[in-house]
């Protein structure tokens, strides 16, 4: 489910998200997987950084269930 990934340069979370999944929404998923290795949450990642990824096509499913899961009385929260 998961792949393993160097970056190349210097790129931005949304930049990285389009290359891998082509849009720049799951910006965040990147991020998550991937907080462990940063001290805060930086804009960019550095060129040389291994980062995690879903592959693609559980990426859909892991929207539903995030979705499911903030749904209360048909209102996300």
Not at 23 to 40: G, H, M, Q, R, V
Not at 49 to 71: A, E, G, N, V
Request: proline letters at 1%; a positive charge.
């Amino acid at each position: 489910i998961q792949i393993y990934c160097n970056v190349e340069s210097k790129m931005a979370w949304t930049t990285l998200s389009y290359k891998i999944y082509g849009d720049i929404k799951s910006w965040w998923i990147l991020y998550l997987l991937n907080k462990n290795k940063f001290d805060k949450m930086p804009f960019y990642v550095d060129g040389g950084t291994q980062i995690i990824y879903i592959i693609d096509s559980f990426r859909s499913s892991i929207y539903q269930d995030i979705t499911l899961s903030t749904i209360y009385a048909n209102r996300h929260y």
